[in-house]
């Protein structure tokens, strides 16, 4: 008989579970011994051992807010190697969401039920995985509906602690992101960093974009012929001048369908050049920054030389609530680069979620219920029950053993 719905998840869930084995995510050894935990977590277990005690709780995480959740695998595996010295991970019940699943407030997205003493040092480290990663998850996610359908790539490694940027990559991706700017933060999917020009490249070649330009295209043909070419325009805030004298020089010595596209990246200071010389926009509205009238005009201008082919990639100060304007704008966007909003940095109002955290509390005791006061056992139907036996035939599968 074919699996049912709920097996079919259980099945999906254990297979994508083997592509992160316990040593991809480099967890700290010290993990184990309480280092990186609570304190009051570790003293919580000496103090049950020093009281001859060891019951068998259950602990239940959630998070008061919607969102995506990313960080079950990690979960799991962190479960599996860095439990208390004597316990053995097999003798847990946990039961889990996937990765990518949306959830709603308070509900129950990871539960563990084991002797306490096993992992009681755990549920720090468990919560900062779950809130993390789902903090950048939800905010790639709002990006991505924002932009519907136009690829957003990931541009944030440079906006945060450079020992985060798998993790955050990799949670960037489960939210529905495309491409990440840097191979650290696409290496839990075997993937590599992606990007155009830095304006420190411009600035090289004495701030000549065209020459630029041609130097970074001969490298890419001549050692990378996969990477496509996208030129950043804004550098001397004229992206009309620039994206035309680019895609004419382009043309000129490799032909049409080359340059893949250019990036507009202007300051929030500044106005380019071709809107302070149009005078019709003059008072309407802001026109600091990448917006549709700058975006517009570049695309009449490429249109016109029959550079139709060439991509707009639009980036700075890009949060669900702006893509979310240029999309129903329908403005010809090849592509989105977004950074910091991803992390967490800006406001509601913008359609950033700058808080992900997560609770977990035990709510059984010996079988029994014990939890505070506001706090009892929640069940959840959508939970996949992890089967150690399956995890571990699967692994070995995936390592050929």
């Not at 709002?142 to 932009?147: I, K, N, P, T, Y």
């Not at 005009?297 to 979310?324: C, H, N, Q, W």
Request: proline share 4%; hydrophobic share 40%; with cysteine.
């Amino acid at each position: 008989m074919p699996d049912t719905a709920d097996e079919a998840r259980s099945r999906l869930f254990h297979e994508e579970a083997t592509r992160f084995p316990a040593d991809l995510f480099q967890f700290d050894p010290r993990i184990r011994a309480g280092w990186l935990s609570d304190r009051y977590f570790v003293r919580t277990a000496r103090t049950l051992a020093h009281a001859g005690r060891d019951p068998i709780v259950t602990l239940q995480f959630f998070a008061k807010r919607h969102g995506v959740l990313a960080g079950t695998f990690e979960c799991i595996r962190m479960l599996q190697t860095q439990l208390a010295v004597g316990y053995d991970f097999s003798a847990l019940e946990v039961d889990t969401l996937h990765d990518g699943d949306r959830i709603e407030p308070w509900e129950v997205a990871f539960r563990i039920r084991g002797r306490y003493r096993s992992f009681a040092h755990l549920e720090t480290t468990l919560d900062g995985v779950l809130a993390r990663r789902s903090l950048i998850a939800t905010n790639a996610s709002r990006a991505v509906d924002a932009a519907a359908g136009v690829p957003v790539i990931y541009f944030a490694p440079r906006h945060d602690d450079w020992r985060i940027q798998t993790p955050d990559g990799y949670a960037a991706r489960v939210g529905g992101g495309g491409d990440v700017s840097s191979d650290a933060g696409a290496s839990w999917w075997g993937g590599e960093g992606v990007g155009t020009m830095p304006h420190a490249m411009v600035a090289a070649f004495e701030g000549d974009v065209v020459e630029a330009t041609l130097a970074f295209a001969r490298y890419v043909r001549d050692e990378e012929p996969y990477v496509p070419i996208v030129s950043l325009v804004d550098y001397r805030n004229d992206c009309v001048t620039d994206s035309l004298a680019v895609a004419r020089a382009m043309r000129g010595e490799f032909g049409d369908g080359v340059l893949f596209g250019v990036r507009l990246d202007t300051s929030g200071k500044l106005v380019d050049r071709a809107l302070m010389d149009d005078p019709d926009l003059w008072g309407k509205e802001s026109l600091a920054g990448v917006n549709p009238h700058l975006v517009r005009k570049v695309r009449e201008a490429l249109d016109s030389e029959g550079f139709d082919y060439v991509g707009i990639m639009v980036s700075g100060g890009f949060t669900p609530r702006k893509i979310r304007r240029f999309s129903e704008l329908d403005l010809p966007i090849a592509a989105y680069g977004v950074g910091s909003s991803i992390l967490g940095h800006g406001c509601e109002a913008d359609g950033v979620v700058t808080d992900f955290d997560f609770t977990a509390d035990v709510v059984e005791v010996d079988g029994r219920a014990e939890a505070k006061v506001g706090r009892s056992m929640w069940e959840n139907e959508r939970l996949i029950r992890v089967d150690w036996q399956l995890l571990a035939g699967l692994d070995a599968e995936v390592q050929g053993v």
